[in-house]
């Protein structure tokens, strides 16, 4: 039995391992999807390919990380040796989508495994019908790039250069796919270094045991935070308004059931698999509903496979959470998984009330477009997600301008987009009157402009929230649904679908307006000095101030009036004393 405090002592050098990890994958890498949105994962396993630690970054790869090592280590015909390193994409088996390759490395000690790396980054272009690889009208995952099943990338150290000719063949950038390829290699090697490192120290069956026993932790706490909760079934639904090749809402279902300190996730009822890019396979369902667990128990426990034993998740085969091939799947991995969250915060909005925000934006707003740039006669890829409000909380006000839930990466910096790419800034700002009213209001959106300085280019959107809004809880109102236009050269407006992919032409102006995240309680409720505050900072307009929270602003003297405010307060509510909203 291996001592607590050294248990923790490398429970802490393994996390920070995972951290390290990304920093030399970030560093490393070519492009600016990598390196600067920061768009990878980096996780450690133990001898049993099960999680032992993961650093925090981006919830839906590190979800499905687990059923990516299980099922690509599952598919090998021949075991990996040392300086071996498994390379795969296809979506049934690594758990996400095509654009997200899996690298998998075994960590050997004296001829015997004792532990896998394992990292996952999302390449801006892997080749199908559309530069980015996320068309939004794609019908089978063969539009949507190369498929490749786990291969021995690197044997015995060195990169298979037939395997790479493979890839490099069917990418439109293949110096800087071959460049983020190096970048997450080195991640491994770093890896293998500091593993073998707490090996040498402790030694490889002190180093085993205590994985385990970090493991056992986790679920010892886990299964306490469940038994907590009410017993009983809760169920919630909600819908992505299209399917990329129709305007029809899909819709998911959940059922959570309670009972002694185990949960049950079940999604019976939810819509069957659809002729469109929303697919979501199953490791990006899982992914959603680990992450919801954590953010509804405690955040100090640590995430590995052990978090997930008290947890028994059905998902109907062939239903649009778990689809067979060859459906489509790119954007089940960036918008379905956003309304995954979305309706398992619902259901456990029944549960732990108070530990639930209104929705936040509920996507990724993926943009992904390309071309020839004449200027040097190269190819070019540039893809992006772009933030939006998160939703209000108990106690406090959504997060303005945000990455939310399913993703956790960073904002690009124009002047990087603009350096290396045939594009010209125009607008970045926050979307006034975007985040929902409410007692603590939901986060504002933005709004966000670009001009094409190439002839030409194709745009790809993925993206939901145009129609149905982030709603509010508790009494707080919708967030603003998100917009998509393009104003061409003669000023001409066309409105655009949150999925699709058209054509744009120099000169022409690409424009995005991010939803907002929902409010949480009623609007009069809010203490008009942070109304104020709100408008003085350009998030709330004066019309709302009085429309949506009751508040009269002297934005000449730059105050609250209060005795106006008093009575307009009164003329909105039915009784002064209960608090009560006129429809």
């Given amino acids: 039995m291996v001592d607590l405090v050294t248990v923790e002592v490398i429970h802490g050098a393994l996390t920070y391992t995972t951290e390290e990890m990304g920093i030399v994958l970030r560093n490393s890498a070519y492009s600016p999807n990598i390196k ?5 994962s980096c996780t450690i396993f133990d001898q049993k390919a099960r999680l032992a630690a993961q650093a925090e970054h981006i919830p839906v790869h590190l979800g499905s990380m687990g059923l990516a090592v299980k099922r690509g280590l599952e598919k090998l015909d021949e075991p990996l040796e040392n300086g071996d390193m498994l390379l795969f994409n296809d979506p049934y088996i ?27 980054a999302h390449h801006s272009d892997i080749g199908g019908k559309t530069p980015g690889s996320m068309a939004g009208d794609a019908t ?35 110096k800087i796919r ?42 010892r706490r886990m299964r306490n935070e469940i038994k907590k909760m009410p017993e009983g079934s809760y169920s919630a639904e909600d819908f992505l308004e299209s399917t990329g090749t129709t305007e029809k809402p899909v819709k998911i279902k959940v059922t959570i059931t309670l009972k002694d300190e185990n949960l049950k996730i079940d999604y019976n009822g939810t819509d069957p698999q659809v002729e469109g890019p929303v697919n979501a396979v199953l490791g ?5 509903v680990y992450y919801v667990l954590k953010c509804v128990t405690d955040p100090s426990i640590p995430m590995n496979d052990g978090c997930y034993r008290p947890v028994d998740v059905y998902v109907p085969e062939g239903t649009l959470l778990n689809p067979s091939p060859p459906a489509a799947v790119a954007g089940g991995n960036v918008e379905t998984s956003q309304r995954n969250v979305d309706v398992l915060l619902k259901a456990f909005a ?40 998160y939703g209000g909380r108990k106690g406090m006000d959504g997060v303005d301008a945000i990455h ?14 603009e350096t290396i790419y045939p594009i010209r800034f125009l607008k970045y700002e926050l979307r006034m009157d975007s985040g929902g009213a409410g007692k603590w209001r ?34 707080g109102k919708e967030g603003a649904k998100g917009e998509f236009y393009i104003v061409r050269a003669d000023g001409t407006h066309v409105k655009l679908k949150s999925k699709c992919t058209v054509k744009m032409k120099k000169d022409d102006v690409f424009v995005v307006k991010t939803p907002g995240g929902g409010g949480y309680g009623v609007p009069i409720e809010r203490d008009p000095s942070l109304v104020l505050e709100d408008v003085l900072n350009g998030l709330v307009s004066l019309e709302s101030a009085k429309n949506e929270y009751g508040v009269v602003i002297d934005l000449a003297e730059a105050k609250v009036d209060r005795e106006s405010t008093k009575r307009l307060r009164c003329k909105m509510k039915t009784n002064c004393n209960t608090g009560e909203v006129n429809g």
């Fill in 140 to 174: 089978e995952i063969y539009q949507e790039g190369l498929i490749i099943p786990p291969v021995k990338f690197v044997k015995k150290g060195k990169i298979d250069k037939e395997i790479a000719g493979i890839l490099m063949s069917n990418v439109r950038t293949p």
């Fill in 36 to 40: 600067e949105r920061m768009d990878f």
């Fill in 350 to 389: 029944q549960i732990v009330p108070e530990r639930v925000c209104a929705a936040c934006q509920g996507t990724m707003n993926n943009i992904a477009v390309g071309g020839i740039d004449k200027r040097n006669g190269q190819q070019w890829t540039f893809y992006e997600t772009i933030a939006g409000g």
């Fill in 178 to 219: 071959m460049g983020d390829l190096r970048a997450q290699i080195a991640a491994n090697k770093l890896g293998q270094k500091r593993i073998l490192q707490l090996a040498e120290r402790y030694g490889s069956t002190v180093l085993c045991e205590a994985m385990e026993e970090i493991m056992s932790y986790s679920e």
């Fill in 284 to 288: 990006v369902t899982l992914s959603g």
């Fill in 404 to 417: 939310s839930h399913m993703t956790n990466t960073m904002n690009t910096p124009i002047e990087a987009i």
């Fill in 442 to 475: 939901g986060g504002v959106g933005l709004e966000r402009s670009w001009m094409l300085l190439a002839d030409s280019a194709t745009l790809s959107i993925m993206a939901e929230r145009t129609k149905f809004a982030p709603w509010g809880l508790y009494g």
């Fill in 94 to 120: 690594s758990g996400t989508h095509l654009p997200d390759i899996t690298l998998i490395t075994p960590v050997f000690y004296k001829d015997e495994i004792i532990a896998y790396l394992a990292n996952k």
